[in-house]
């Protein structure tokens, strides 16, 4: 069965929740799931015009946090939500704490966070590149000082049926299963 172009599914599209602050100092969160990482410490997302991109390209500083299994509900609302009429951190009742890296908020339910400064933002092209200055990883999604993802629980976006879904069960081991074939 042929579909659409527009419906093709690619997969994993991830769930990240964009941190910045307005100029007044009033934190903010969009829900992105166009993003990947582009370089080593870096990450690009494409963003259409939000408060959150309004922000960014005054503060030149964002955060990306990790949605996971726990935090969907809140994921969710930061995704239908806009902040140009409601203070979502407020409504959500979501817990924040200022960087000590880049001038951005970091959500304190959410066990990944990346603090980024930004390196390139293409209005036209509604890219954001970002350099990754630090990340801040909670003890309990950690195994052996590593980010554990069956620990993390993240989730992706499935486009097909406009659902979240779990990432996380190990299938293989990379750089190594494919000697069974030989070289």
């Given amino acids: 069965m042929e579909f659409d172009s527009k419906q093709a599914v690619i997969v994993p599209e991830g769930v990240f929740i964009i941190g910045t602050y307005d100029e007044n100092g009033v934190p903010n969160a969009m829900n992105a799931a166009w993003g990947i990482q582009s370089d080593y410490g870096q990450i690009t997302l494409y963003l259409a015009k939000h408060k959150t991109t309004e922000n ?3 503060t030149k500083a964002f955060t ?3 949605a996971t299994r726990s935090t969907v509900v809140i994921s969710d609302y930061f995704g239908i939500a806009t902040g140009s009429k409601v203070n979502k951190i407020e409504k959500a009742g979501v817990h924040v704490h200022k960087s000590e890296h880049v001038n951005a908020p970091i959500f304190e339910e959410y066990p990944l966070t990346l603090e980024c400064i930004v390196k390139e933002w293409d209005e036209e092209r509604e890219m954001l590149v970002g350099t990754i200055v630090s990340q801040q990883a909670d003890e309990s999604i950690l195994t052996d000082g590593k980010v554990d993802l069956g620990k993390l629980k993240p989730i992706m ?5 406009h659902v979240y879904r779990v990432i996380g069960e190990v299938v293989g081991k990379a750089f190594c299963d494919g000697k069974q074939i030989g070289e």
């Fill in 64 to 66: 990306v946090a990790c």
């Fill in 56 to 58: 960014l390209k005054k």
């Fill in 157 to 161: 976006y499935d486009a097909s049926f």
